[in-house]
């Protein structure tokens, strides 16, 4: 089914480069055309999603040809634009289905404990440097709201059996380097990464049958035995077609009522002299996660930088010399004893989100498959559930692919207007609901 005429671009465009990109030494993407036209496998997107599912079926089917096509190069695309945190707890336990939020959350967590494994596993087998670092989280608050929904986070965390600790405004101040958040806490379920460069590692370490074409971004995808895989440098056929492009395969013409788009926009300070570094507290690395979801992420990058990620827009990418004055705003409230407050890269990336949180994962249609709708946690989540489809596809069934396939049940979402009525009303709700969490 092709996307109809005049329906906006099937891949995303952003107005700058990725600053985690950037930071990395150049890297040639992989252009070149296959030897062949006809593959059992095509996956659409090369993200942490379709690498997954691409690497999986390669070793489940080492005979068989796969194709992986991004309209990026890797570190460039969505992937290598996140925060770099590789969090392995739920974000969302109350989706629709009959398991309760606490079996769902003992699910999810070993699922994404299963994820994580897997990625600290192929970074060692690779031999790439992506930073990998198990240094925790903090969760803060500014307000008396968001001290409230950090108290039921720890409340559902006890419920978990996940340990923490508890932070009153002094420790926050000794251990992050300001005082403005009143209540906070710390858990060591996190991972740093450099998202570029994991991306990347897994890009360039790919088993010998799957085959990478970057910067292809795909136009349309017709047929249904085979499918027929239109681009902009050439046409492929395929048994098997995977989206792994999040909310983008809407414009493929694909889980409409399912997906909406948000851009959210972060910058990175050049690096701080030692001066301002001791500012910042006693870890040479940290990060902040809000306590409302509209709030601002914080990241004390090691090796001298600093990251803020803020602020979120429906559909659109919206002006970056704009979006850096939010950014900036934000820094300077939470550090305004820093001698300057300047980014040296600002950047968005897109992600996708589904009405009540779940993924989509599973079979749109006979030999078309998707795994999309990250919800804004696409690292460790998108791995699995790229793994667990690919699983699925080859005819490997587990107590764990039937799990994800008993509650990633994304909600009906009504069609424009409505929809973009509704979602701008809850960012409004949520931006004023966050008050000095931005």
């Known amino acids: 089914m092709s996307h109809p005429s005049g329906q906006s671009r099937t891949f995303p465009h952003y107005q700058s480069g990725s600053g985690w990109n950037a930071m990395l030494p150049a890297r040639a993407p992989r252009v070149a055309a296959p030897p062949q036209s006809r593959f059992r496998h095509v996956v659409i997107g090369a993200g942490y999603t379709g690498l997954a599912a691409a690497r999986r079926l390669a070793e489940l089917q080492p005979r068989e040809p796969i194709l992986v096509l991004d309209a990026s190069s890797a570190g460039e695309g969505s992937a290598g634009r996140n925060s770099g945190f590789l969090i392995n707890l739920p974000h969302n336990t109350r989706m629709s289905g009959h398991h309760s939020p606490l079996q769902i959350a003992r699910k999810q967590i070993a699922m994404y404990q299963a994820g994580l494994d897997w990625l600290a596993q192929l970074s060692q087998q690779g031999g790439f440097d992506c930073g990998w ?6 969760h803060a608050a500014a307000t008396e709201g968001g001290s409230r929904n950090l108290r039921a986070s720890l409340a559902q965390y006890r419920d978990w059996g996940v340990a923490y600790s ?9 251990q992050l380097g300001t005082d403005y958040y ?17 991306i990347r590692g897994l890009a360039d370490t790919l088993p010998d049958n799957v085959w990478l074409m970057e910067n292809n971004p795909v136009e ?7 499918y027929i895989v239109r681009t902009r440098n050439g046409q492929f056929s395929a048994d098997n077609v995977i989206l792994a492009n999040n909310a983008f395969a809407r414009r493929l013409g694909f889980l409409r009522s399912r997906l909406v788009t948000i851009y959210t926009y972060a910058g990175v300070t050049p690096v701080l002299d030692a001066a301002q570094q001791a500012l910042l507290g006693q870890r040479d690395q940290w990060g902040v996660i809000p306590a409302n979801r509209l709030g601002t992420t914080l990241r004390r990058i090691r090796g001298g930088r600093f990251m803020v990620r803020s602020a979120y827009s429906y559909e659109a990418e919206q002006p970056l010399e ?5 950014l900036r705003a934000s820094f300077q409230r939470r550090y305004p004893q820093l001698a300057a407050h300047d980014f040296e890269y600002v950047w968005s990336g897109s992600t996708a989100l589904t009405g009540n949180g779940a993924s989509f994962v599973g079979e749109v249609r006979p030999g078309l498959y998707a795994a999309v709708g990250c919800n804004g946690a696409g690292v460790i989540k998108g791995t699995i559930h790229g793994r667990l489809l690919a699983e699925r596809i080859a005819g490997q069934r587990s107590a764990m692919l039937d799990d994800l396939e008993a509650f990633e049940k994304p909600n009906w979402l009504p069609p424009d207007p409505l929809r973009r009525i509704g979602v701008l009303t809850a960012i409004a709700c949520q931006v004023r609901k966050a008050g000095l969490e931005k």
């Open 322 to 326: 704009r979006m850096a004055g939010q």
């Open 166 to 174: 508890e932070l009153d405004r002094d420790a926050m101040r000794e």
């Open 220 to 226: 349309s995808v017709d047929g249904g035995g085979p």
């Open 133 to 138: 670092d198990l240094a925790g989280k903090y």
């Open 182 to 198: 009143q209540f906070g806490y710390h858990s060591m379920n996190n991972v740093f990464v450099q998202p570029a460069a994991l």
